[in-house]
């Protein structure tokens, strides 16, 4: 099939479970739907594009579609699968739109950036722990946003049919916090042992968002561990740190791959 075929399918079929999902909320007495068994379809279908599409002359195409795409596919698979142990849920409709989203820039894909990681095993080492840390604290954003509105549900004495316990999601988006902290810890460190020019010209950008981001993922734990954050203030903080980091991973290159294309 068709990558821009297949593309579309995947894009119509994220649409499809997450209006499902949507309309499910809004019959908090109807029985959900198993995550896993309305999405597995969509996913492996999304998951055979990106292997087709990170396959290229001898070499993984890397470019700035192909990592959003595949961020999206990793953050839905692992909210679908762990939907119990997570408490996702409210999460999976919002994370399906963006999985749909992020094919419309694989329908009209012409940059590729090509390189080859199994030559490189610093380099590969790198690019997984950043990848994993991205991932990571991108669900961390997403629960930081649901711990807010429970909050602010619960503050307001309004009905939390389908929400889950409070203490619940807040203990497990401290622990996804502190495994992505220590992620881009170890990402930022292997960056700077086998990138060349990590801080140089080119690079040096990307290598300062990321310690701001760092920098900014440290104060919210500090503080969290210390004297508590509201809700509200770490949702805040987590988009920001979030935002800050996307722009130091993607910013340049989506000026570059996609806007100047």
Not at 75 to 97: D, E, K, M, Q
Not at 236 to 244: C, E, H, K, N, R
């Amino acid at each position: 099939m068709d990558q821009s075929i297949l593309g579309a399918v995947v894009m119509a079929g994220y649409v499809l479970i997450s209006a499902f999902f949507w309309q499910q909320w809004f019959r908090p007495k109807a029985k959900l739907a198993n995550p896993v068994l309305l999405a597995s379809p969509v996913l492996v279908l999304h998951a055979t594009l990106i292997v087709s599409g990170l396959a290229y002359r001898n070499g993984l195409d890397l470019s700035i579609t192909n990592l959003i795409s595949l961020v999206t596919l990793l953050i839905a698979t692992g909210l679908t699968i762990g939907h119990r142990t997570f408490n996702s849920l409210l999460l999976l409709p919002p994370v399906y739109l963006l999985a749909a989203a992020a094919q419309l820039p694989e329908l009209v894909q012409t940059s590729h950036y090509v390189t080859h990681l199994g030559q490189h095993t610093g380099l590969a080492v790198h690019v997984s722990l950043a990848l994993a840390a991205y991932c990571i604290l991108m669900v961390a954003a997403l629960m930081a946003v649901q711990v807010w509105v429970i909050d602010y549900r619960l503050k307001q004495h309004a009905s939390l049919s389908g929400l889950p316990p409070l203490m619940v999601v807040d203990r497990q988006l401290e622990a996804i916090l502190k495994l992505g902290f220590a992620i881009l810890t170890a990402s930022i460190m292997t960056g700077s042992i086998f990138l060349e020019g990590f801080f140089g010209q080119g690079q040096g950008h990307k290598a300062i968002l990321t310690i701001i981001a760092w920098l900014l993922y440290a104060i919210m734990l500090v503080q969290k561990f210390r004297t508590g954050v509201s809700s509200r203030r770490m949702a805040i903080l987590s988009i920001i740190a979030a935002g800050v980091l996307t722009l130091a991973y993607f910013g340049s290159r989506f000026i570059k791959e996609v806007l100047l294309n």
